[in-house]
T-cell receptor, first 115, second 116 residues
Framework: AQSVAQPEDQVNVAEGNPLTVKCTYS??????LFWYVQYPNRGLQFLLK??????LVKGSYGFEAEFNKSQTSFHLKKPSALVSDSALYFC?????????????FGTGTRLQVFP | DGGITQSPKYLFRKEGQNVTLSCEQN?????MYWYRQDPGQGLRLIYY???????QKGDIAEGYSVSREKKESFPLTVTSAQKNPTAFYLC???????????????FGPGTRLTVL
């Protein structure tokens, strides 16, 4: 069965510093991976996805993610954090059911960026 | 949140009542989904629908029901059989999978349901 894990409940980083939010996956077959962000009392916003190709995926708001097959990881990164990046971040994997876009979500990581 | 609307934003229910959450999309997406979000548990799939008049149970369908009479609409009813319905409910949609592969889902702004 497909699954993703986000090992950190919260990540704290100072504004201007690089940030990393971790995600590891377990899949049978090819992994199709996604990152979403959620601001308080709002829906999820799509940031980026990895389907195939380059291991470094660029997304919205200056975020990028690095796909690492040997480590089964898909960590979200940003070179310089902003206070406005403070939010809840979800990693997700396509669940593998034929002909659907169903996703399995991690438990989320709260990112806190301090001024 | 653009393209998918959910109403109401906040909903209060007395125990024993059924309530219906609205989800409408104007993205011309075929697939629609309902999720429940609880603190520390991420999103769990309740129901999904890939085409009008058809829907499938997700991981936590007990105590919920849905309908899909129109492509744009996918209402969720939380019945009195749902033991712990207080949660944040999110609706999402995606492009019909056969035409586009590995598509992201687009989310509505959510409905927060509280049982009094």
């Amino acid at each position: 069965a497909q699954s993703v894990a986000q090992p950190e409940d919260q990540v704290n980083v100072a504004e201007g510093n690089p940030l990393t939010v971790k995600c590891t996956y377990s899949v049978s077959g090819n992994p199709y991976l996604f990152w979403y962000v959620q601001y308080p009392n709002r829906g999820l916003q799509f940031l980026l996805k990895y389907i195939t190709g380059d291991n470094l995926v660029k997304g919205s708001y200056g975020f990028e993610a690095e796909f690492n097959k040997s480590q089964t990881s898909f960590h979200l990164k940003k070179p310089s954090a902003l206070v406005s990046d403070s939010a809840l971040y979800f990693c997700a994997v396509r669940d593998g059911t034929y002909n659907t876009d169903k996703l399995i979500f991690g438990t989320g990581t709260r990112l806190q960026v301090f001024p | 949140d653009g393209g998918i609307t959910q109403s109401p934003k906040y909903l209060f229910r007395k125990e024993g009542q059924n309530v219906t959450l609205s989800c409408e999309q104007n993205l011309n997406h075929d697939a629609m989904y309902w999720y429940r979000q609880d603190p520390g548990q991420g999103l769990r799939l309740i129901y999904y629908s890939q085409i009008v008049n058809d829907f499938q149970k997700g991981d936590i369908a007990e105590g919920y029901s849905v309908s899909r009479e129109k492509k744009e609409s996918f209402p969720l009813t939380v019945t009195s059989a749902q033991k712990n319905p207080t949660a944040f409910y999110l609706c999402a949609s995606s492009i019909d999978p056969p035409r586009g592969s590995y598509n992201e889902q687009f989310f509505g702004p959510g409905t927060r349901l509280t049982v009094l």
